[in-house]
């Protein structure tokens, strides 16, 4: 008898200790550094079982994808990113009742799902490869898609808004580059409402870009329907119309926030507030806030005093704030930013943590009911080794418990982009990675680029760090 509840408490402590994300982070980020994005995919390769496992597939695939990405090996990219697509797919119509483990241990046990902004940027990333490889009817493909799933993520509930400007931006440059105007325009428009309602000021290289496809189309009552102001003139959009060809360019600057665990605690009674407090990771202060105590079978009028956590965002020290363009030695360009990943994740982590913390607080409750009662159901008599038991049992129940911090570890802080119109033909280029204070920090010589007549050509620029 000793043994065996000897055992069971082992394996629950063994089972509860292990956090693949902390692992993953902590592995990988000395190897980015020193290694660069080849190093990074070589060390995953390695350890990708350990690292990631089956219920973290599609962060497996989202983080190859963006490594392949920035290395410049667009069709490994691509390949990574059709696996973690059709994951997503798959995951989106699975039933959640297939995952009732997560009721006794924790939502690590769950399969990733990914978050809303990181499904959106993965179709960024992978117009962006077909586009690479000259794969323009592959991009349209992309875009299409891209449109699919943002019409099934958006939503709009007070300042709640599952959007992309960017990628709807990037959406209308591909419909430009097909010749299909109308739905340039279309995407340009849904841009616009996108960056209005965003976490991004609207650009005022995109905004004119807008104008200027709105008021061409004849649908310059969609501009009046905006919040922005609409522009007079719009030289810049006007200039690559006439001239017909761009250098676009795409600047990923430093390192999104990763996720630690926010340790809160309260008293639940079954069916009131619940009052919780917890220690702001940045400033030290205790914090609180209020939810509700959903009820719980076999809870009744008990008080229990639980503690649990939750996913706190964590930034990360950022050397590239932003990017400075130097075409043929005599124009200077500085891209404007069109993405802010920090800023998608603090607003996601606030519309979802409250109703990740009332699925916590009932699946933690629960645990402490049922823990309880095996307590009484395995007294033996003998004081001390009760005693040693019980305390076994609640360490090991309390330690199940972990918050899931799992989050793609390749994502950009911000992305910043600029259009540049040019004449065909062959054109210096060179971009300068710079920090907050404007300081030249790298520099990425990228020689000549060829631009045939009517072509946009898109450079991608990674500075993750």
């Known amino acids: 008898m000793k043994r065996l509840l000897l055992l069971a408490v082992s394996a629950l402590l063994l089972c509860s200790c292990a956090n693949k994300s902390m692992t993953r982070y902590e592995t990988l980020a000395p190897v980015l550094k020193k290694e660069g994005f080849e190093g990074t995919i070589e060390k995953i390769e390695k350890k990708k079982d350990d690292l990631y496992g089956e219920k973290s597939a599609f962060l497996y695939h989202f983080d190859e994808g963006m490594l392949y990405h920035y290395a410049g090996k667009n069709q490994e990219s691509i390949k990574h990113f059709a696996q973690a697509e059709q994951i997503y797919e798959d995951l989106y119509t699975k039933s959640v009742t297939n995952e009732a483990a997560a009721i006794v241990t924790n939502d690590n046990i769950r399969p990733y799902r990914a978050r809303p902004f990181e499904v959106l940027m993965m179709y960024q990333y992978q117009i962006l490869n077909y586009l690479a490889i000259g794969d323009l009817d592959g991009a349209l493909v992309e875009v299409r898609r891209a449109q699919i799933a943002s019409e099934a993520l958006y939503q709009k509930d007070k300042e709640k808004v599952n959007d992309n400007g960017w990628l709807r931006y990037l959406s209308a440059i591909v419909y430009d580059m097909a010749g299909e105007e109308d739905d340039a325009a279309i995407a340009y428009l849904k841009a616009a409402k996108a960056f209005e309602e965003g ?44 001239k017909g060809q761009e250098i676009i360019v795409v600047g990923y600057a430093g390192h999104s926030p990763i996720l630690g665990e926010m340790y809160l605690s309260g008293t639940y009674v079954s069916g009131t507030a619940m009052n919780l407090t917890y220690k702001d990771g940045k400033t030290g202060k205790i914090n609180s806030f209020t939810v509700f105590a959903p009820p719980v079978a076999g809870a009744g009028s008990n008080t229990f005093h639980v503690g649990f956590a939750l996913p706190e965002k964590k930034e990360l020290p950022q050397r590239t704030s932003m990017f400075s363009v130097n075409l043929d030695g005599t124009m200077r360009v500085t891209p404007e930013k069109v993405a802010n990943i920090d800023s998608e994740l603090e607003q996601n982590m606030k519309d979802e943590n409250a109703t990740t913390a009332v699925r916590t607080i009932t699946r933690v409750v629960l645990r402490t009911i049922a823990a309880q009662k095996a307590k009484s159901a395995t007294n033996t008599g003998n004081g001390i080794f009760d005693l040693v038991k019980n305390i076994a049992v609640d360490v090991g129940q309390s330690q199940l418990e972990q918050a899931d911090l799992r989050i793609g570890l390749f994502m950009p802080n911000t992305i910043n982009v600029t259009r540049i119109p040019v004449d065909a033909g062959d054109h210096d280029v060179t971009i300068s990675a710079l920090d907050s204070q404007g300081r030249v920090i790298g520099d990425y010589k990228l020689g000549k680029i060829k631009v045939g007549k009517g072509q946009k050509k898109i450079v991608v620029v990674p500075s993750i760090d």
């Open 199 to 242: 976490n991004v000021k609207m650009p005022k290289e995109v905004w004119e870009y807008i104008n200027e496809s709105l008021t061409k189309m004849d649908r310059a009552d969609d501009l009046k329907s905006l919040k922005t102001e609409a522009l007079t003139s719009t030289p810049k959009a006007t200039a690559a119309r006439t």
